[in-house]
């Protein structure tokens, strides 16, 4: 029998052998929750006998499930470690795999990810003549998303009081749509899994019965309709054991209701709470400006993280001119933290909203500092991604509309949107799938758009005869010569980039293949559709670039904490929302606890906003964490060397072909930008352009035209 006693500090013992009844764990930042989660699991496991199959272990992401049961496997015998650890969507997902065939769902049923759901929204649209100037389809989207996430929807109901224009009939024929191409979408997930039980009360006993302890990753984050789906699987006293920091709730804007943790013990009156407060990972300067900065919400259990690092490091202030004095100065300092020899892999810089980081990005490109954006687009909703697999999602099921319109087109093949429509239709009106229906199609295509449509269902032929999912992401991307497409129709960096993205693709498949015996090309497809941007990353060195929110989890040797100025951080929306400002100062107490050894914080006298230089003021939040005696940067910081030649540099370059730093112009393929720097001379003359649907590119002078 392990004794983890001496493993454990005491308030994670004290969490981790707490088993019976409920159980409240306020686990602050860096106090080693997943470490209380794990070792919980191990001691009911190998010290209480408790079978794997009786634990059901929550999360919020896939990584956080994958971490988990890593170190699982580490503490229990593998015999022992077949435990059901997953997101509230995978759960959910395979629990209305089993039983939804209660709620009429079709076996197999697939998943609408949220770029198909879009699409199908904005075709309901056109055809309801809805002018989508004044009534965006993204507006219907997220409204059917909100309320999917209500009790009303659980019952059964549709959204009558909704006054958007028409929602009730958007709604209705999205339902529909979603039935007649047997689909599910996100939201149903959990709503249908609710609606399961209370229709279903067999059904509920049996899951209670079988999870008999039942753990919660970032409670703090769970919205209504995750509370009622984890109150009706645990009941009023079971062994419900929920892990979270009412001080890191920064999800209120998309449904997370801090009441939950807030009342939990309301909720289960019997309930036990432990605090976490020992933190492994910051110096107690920076934990000295935390606890100061979140004492002053009101919203909250109350707790103060004590340091188990000893005295070191910094807190810095550095007031600053402008937006781009300030990356100017945060460059700099990084470029000095990488000549001493720092990872770039542990400096991250922080931001309260996305569209802060193109200053950072300049100057980091021109230092040629390598960097990463964090949360750009995921990679399962890249256009190449979706373009294999809107094949095997038709494959998978052929009732797809969605898949097919976007698979015949990928790449063009001469089927246009008459064609397609008209295959859908006939599909429909006869009943039948749409492969079949092009097979019949195919007797009257004359041309180069039966040239097209013929190898196009050879592919599917193919697939039949394929028994490995990797091997059939590779027959689609060698039948269409999708490498070659992209080649075709890329700048030579970009295919590049696209062609490793369908590369690792196949490289998911059989990693899939591995981890999932006897997994089906269904399995894997759901298993692409629960993927978030969270659960990414590649691995490379290089500076983290990115908003508060996408920090959260995370951690850094340096941290700067940017844009500390009343109105951008906090928000202006917030100053006169108590609950909002509460948001907002927790959203900051997650900034400064990523730090493990220096936060560098910096606020602008001015920043323009719309193309108007306004004046700022620095944030209040910096005045509550009470900065006085902890190292605060000077007024005036000279400026380094390779900065001033950067400078001179900048105002050196000469106009070239009629273009200059910080005019605008146009590019064939990405529109409109603006030019933030140039170098070089004559026709070879290197052009960095921030383009307003592209981002930050580097250009070849003679590709570029003034605006």
């Known amino acids: 029998m392990p004794d983890y006693s001496k493993e454990l ?16 764990v306020l686990a602050g930042a860096g106090t080693g929750k997943t470490r209380v989660i794990t070792y919980r699991i191990a001691h009911l496991i190998n010290n209480l006998g408790v079978s794997a199959h009786n634990i059901l272990a929550v999360t919020f992401t896939n990584k956080a499930a994958g971490e988990m049961k890593e170190r699982i496997m580490k503490l229990v015998p593998r015999s022992q470690a077949d435990i059901w650890i997953g997101t509230f969507h995978s759960i959910c997902l395979r629990l209305l795999r089993r039983d939804g065939h209660l709620l009429g769902l079709g076996a197999g049923f697939g998943i609408l990810d949220q770029d198909d759901r879009l699409s199908v929204v904005r075709d309901i649209v056109k055809n309801l003549n809805i002018d989508v100037k004044k009534y965006p389809p993204k507006q219907y989207m997220w409204r059917i998303s909100n309320y999917k996430n209500t009790r009303a929807y659980v019952d ?75 109150n009706m699987l645990s009941g009023d006293d079971a062994n419900i054991c929920v892990v979270g920091d009412d001080d890191q709730s920064i999800y209120g804007w998309r449904g997370a209701d801090i009441r939950n943790i ?3 013990d309301s909720v289960y009156p019997s309930a036990k709470i432990v605090r976490l407060t020992e933190n492994y990972r910051s110096r107690p300067v920076i934990l000295t400006a935390a606890n100061q900065l979140i004492k002053n919400n009101s919203m909250r259990k109350g707790k103060d993280l004590q340091a188990f690092r000893e005295e070191g490091g910094m807190v810095q202030v550095m007031p600053v001119s402008n937006e781009t004095a300030e990356a100017e100065y945060v460059v700099g300092t990084i470029k000095n ?74 790449p063009p093949r001469g ?7 008209s295959i859908t239709e006939y599909a429909s009106h006869e009943g039948i799938n749409l492969l079949e229906a092009s097979k019949r199609f195919l007797i009257q295509m004359r041309g180069a ?6 190898p196009y269902l050879a592919v599917f032929e193919e697939l039949t005869t394929t028994p490995k999912i990797s091997q059939m992401v590779k027959l689609v991307i060698d039948s269409i010569d999708y490498e070659g497409f992209i080649k075709r129709y890329e700048d030579e960096h970009e295919a590049e980039k696209r062609i490793d993205n369908i590369k690792e693709l196949y490289n998911a498949a059989v990693q899939f293949e591995m981890n999932v015996k006897d997994g089906t090309i269904s399995d894997f497809l759901a298993a692409t559709s629960l993927t978030t941007s969270v659960d990414e990353g590649d691995g490379t060195a290089a500076v983290k670039l990115m908003t508060i929110h996408s920090a959260k989890g995370l951690e850094f040797e340096n941290v700067f904490l940017t844009g500390l100025e009343n109105g951008l951080f906090p928000l202006q929306g917030s100053l006169d929302e108590p609950d909002q400002l509460e948001e907002e100062r927790r959203l900051c107490y997650v900034g400064v606890t990523r730090a493990k050894q220096n936060l560098h914080m910096s606020y602008a006298g001015t920043r323009m906003v719309y193309g108007k230089v306004n004046p700022q003021r620095r944030s209040g939040f910096i005045d509550e964490m009470g900065i006085v005696g902890m190292k605060a940067a000077p007024q005036k910081r000279p400026v380094p060397e ?39 001379s004559g026709d070879t003359a290197n052009v960095d352009v921030f383009f307003k649907s592209g981002g930050l590119k580097k250009i070849r002078i003679g590709f570029l035209k003034p605006a």
């Not at 500090?9 to 409240?24: F, W």
């Not at 990005?361 to 021109?366: H, T």
């Not at 005019?663 to 933030?676: D, P, Q, R």
């Open 337 to 410: 933290y990488l000549d001493e020899g720092v990872p770039a892999d542990e400096i991250a810089v922080l931001y309260r909203t996305n569209a802060q980081s193109r200053n950072f990005e300049v100057f980091l490109n021109r230092l040629n500092v390598s960097y990463k954006v964090i949360g750009g687009i995921s990679f399962y909703q890249r256009r190449e991604i979706k373009d294999i697999l809107s094949y095997l999602r038709l494959y998978d099921n052929p009732y797809d509309t969605v898949s097919f319109a976007r698979s015949v087109k990928a």
């Open 156 to 230: 059964g109901l549709n959204p009558g009081t909704d006054p958007f224009h028409m929602m009730d009939d958007v709604f209705k024929i999205y339902q529909q749509k979603l039935k007649e191409q047997n689909f599910i979408d996100f939201d149903d997930m959990l709503a249908l899994t609710i609606r399961l039980f209370r229709t279903n009360p067999e059904v509920l006993e049996y899951y209670k019965n079988m999870f008999r302890y039942i753990l919660v990753d970032e409670y703090q984050d769970t919205n209504d309709i995750q509370f009622l789906f984890l």
């Open 415 to 421: 089927v246009g949107d008459t064609a397609v429509d």
């Open 642 to 680: 390779y900065i001033k030649t950067e400078r001179k540099a900048a105002v050196a370059a000469k106009e070239i072909n009629g273009i200059k730093s910080g005019s605008k112009v146009m590019h064939e393929m990405f529109g409109e930008g603006m030019v933030v720097a140039i170098t070089g």
């Open 449 to 454: 758009q039966r040239k097209g449509m013929e």
């Open 9 to 24: 500090n005491q308030q994670q013992y004290e969490a981790v052998t707490k088993t019976e009844g409920p159980l409240l």
């Open 262 to 264: 807030l009342e939990f």
